[in-house]
Nanobody, 127 residues
Framework: QVQLVESGGGLVQAGGSLRLSCVAS????????MAWYRQAPGKQRELVAT???????KYGDSVKGRFTISRDISKNRVDLQMNSLKPEDTAVYYC?????????????????????WGQGTQVTVSS
């Protein structure tokens, strides 16, 4: 199976920085896009940033110019550098892989599944 594990959350003052990391484990053949989402209390989950396996990135309007998503394909890893943090950035941040191809079964054949999520990491920004 495939697991996504996030790390790097914590408590930071407004204006500070944090770096989140997410590593995918399993007999992975290919991951296309990887993304970060966040969900604040009482709000819907929202897209923060995405990066495809060509390195192209997209950002949510609220984080443009402050956050940077990057990826190491060889390590199945995606990072999110968060600068100039604001109290409204406080949320649980989730790593997402929309489509993953991995090997499974006795014959170790490639299999593609959709929508893998990490367990989430809390980011709290104090004012």
């Amino acid at each position: 199976q495939v697991q996504l594990v996030e790390s790097g959350g914590g408590l930071v003052q407004a204006g500070g920085s944090l770096r989140l990391s997410c590593v995918a484990s399993g007999q992975i053949v290919r991951i296309n896009d990887m993304a970060w989402y966040r969900q604040a209390p009482g709000k819907q989950r929202e897209l923060v940033a995405t990066v495809n396996n060509g390195g192209a990135t997209k950002y949510g309007d609220s984080v443009k110019g402050r956050f940077t998503i990057s990826r190491d394909i060889s390590k199945n890893r995606v990072d999110l550098q968060m600068n100039s943090l604001k109290p409204e950035d406080t949320a649980v941040y989730y790593c997402n892989a929309p489509t993953v191809t991995y090997r499974r079964g006795q014959l170790n054949l490639p299999h593609t599944e959709s929508d893998f999520w990490g367990q989430g990491t809390q980011v709290t920004v104090s004012s």
